[in-house]
Structure formats: C-alpha cells, structure tokens
C-alpha cells in the first residue's frame, strides 16, 4: 500500500477558531479558504519510497550515513546486536473480539532487551556521528574547535520511544543491518532543521482555493452513485475515480455486496 502523493501543508483559516475573530473566518471559510498542498514529483530517490521522494517520512540516515557504515563494519557492536536479537520469542499479540479471526503469534523482543538494543545503537550512532564527523567531514576527534563547543545530542528520549511504544516499536526486527538503519532514519527525523522539511518545497506546492471548488461542486460536480448536485460546501467521498454524497456511496457499497 503507497502514499498519496498529495499531502496538506496548511488551511486558511485554522480549523479549529478560539478567538472571536477566528470564528468570522472560519465562516467565511468557503469564500475566502485556501489549501496548500505538496505534491510528491514521485522521482527516485536512493533510500526512499518513490511515492515518499520528499520525504515526509525520511527513511534515509542522512548526517548518520557514515556513522551507519562504520556501525555496520564495527564487528563487536554487531555482535551486541545480535546476541539481543537472538533473546526474540515467540508471542501471542493482542486479540480483538470481533475484530481478529484468530489468535496470533510472532517473535519479538521482550520490552528491556529492546530498549537496551534500541539505547546502544542510537547512543554508538550519535557517538560516531559526533566524534569521527558526517559527509565525510572530520569530526571531533580532529576538531578542537567541534570539540571545545559542540556537545553530543541527547538521544535517549527517542531511542525509549522506538523501544517502548505499545504500537509501533522496533521489538520485531530480524537483522542487525535493518536496526541500525531504522534507528538512523529515526534519529535524522528528529533533529533535521525545520527549514529542511518537505512542507517548505515552495516549488511543489498547489493551492486550492475554496471558492472555486464549492462553485464547482454545487453546479457541475454530481454525485457518482445519485446523479445529483454534490451541494454548497459539502464534503464527498472519493472512490477514486468519482465522487459520491457519503449517504449515497454507503448505500451503493451495501447493495453490491448483496448476493
């Protein structure tokens, strides 16, 4: 399953006015709204999904990727690796009445040995991203300067949320390579500049204005399931290819399944 190309940067007005003068605006949302969508050009990119170019969700190490490679040749940190990994058990998760259709079970790691995995790798990685420099640039071991005045950056808070999160957490992972990674790109995520983020790519945004659109939807847009005017400010569902009133495609979906 891919990731829509189009991803919203911002909405005038804020969807959600406190103040007075937040509450005229958002009332006149559908005259004087606008959107600002990013539009993923889809290009490859090394590292990364092809329909996640920009990288809203950066899978690459970044100012970690020679930390990575020198982790990944560290024959002792990959042998600490792999002696945690190998404690993965086999373990029931979570069964949801009506939901799950049976009981399931996967190995993972119980919650210490993940997040003493997850605080080694991340603490080696900005240990070596600090000492021994990134890009290719030489680090605080050869820079008085870097190492007079620069500090390492804190990294356990993250390395205990990739650990310890009830949902999403790095307990199931197989190979060494695929941990070091991960947490890489976890950390590259957390302290890439505000300014480096691909809300900020000016060049791919599109900006849809709301007053057009409702005009559209209440004279030319039609219902895919009803045939009818879509209707002043209204909300659709999309199937994909059409629109639909959500009434009318609920309906639609209900009498295709019929035998």
């Known amino acids: 399953m891919g990731y829509h190309p189009e991803t919203l940067v911002a909405s005038f007005p804020p969807c959600s006015p406190k103040s007075r003068i937040g ?9 004087i709204g606008f959107d600002i969508w990013h539009i993923d050009p889809e290009r490859r990119s090394e590292g990364q999904r092809t329909d996640d170019s920009c990288g809203w969700f950066d899978r690459r190490p970044r100012e970690y990727g020679d930390a990575v490679d020198y982790v ?4 002792t940190t990959l042998h600490e690796i ?7 058990t086999t373990t029931l998760a979570p069964f949801y009445a009506g939901v799950s259709e049976k009981q399931l079970a996967y190995p993972r790691l119980a919650a210490g040995d993940a997040l003493a995995l997850c605080l080694m790798v991340a603490r080696e990685l900005e240990s070596r991203r600090w000492w021994n420099g990134q890009y290719g640039n030489e680090g ?3 820079s008085w300067w870097r190492k007079t005045f620069t500090k390492r950056r804190d990294v356990n808070d993250i390395a205990m949320e990739l650990a310890l999160d009830p949902l999403d957490n790095l307990s199931s992972i197989e190979e060494p390579g695929s941990v070091v990674r991960l947490i890489a790109g976890a950390l590259h995520r957390r302290f890439k500049p505000w300014w480096k983020h691909p809300r900020w790519h000016v060049h791919h945004w599109k900006v849809n204005f709301h007053l ?10 039609k219902c895919g399931t009803c045939g009818k005017r879509l209707g002043w400010n209204y909300c659709p569902v999309s199937d994909g290819s059409k629109l639909h009133h959500s009434d009318c495609y609920g309906m639609g979906a209900a009498m295709s399944c019929k035998p």
């Open 82 to 88: 792999k002696l945690i990994l190998a404690r993965r």
């Open 140 to 142: 605080a071991c050869r």
């Open 23 to 31: 509450k005229v605006l958002y009332r006149l949302s559908p005259f």
């Open 72 to 75: 990944l040749k560290d024959a």
């Open 212 to 221: 057009p659109r409702n005009l559209r939807r209440m004279l030319i847009d």
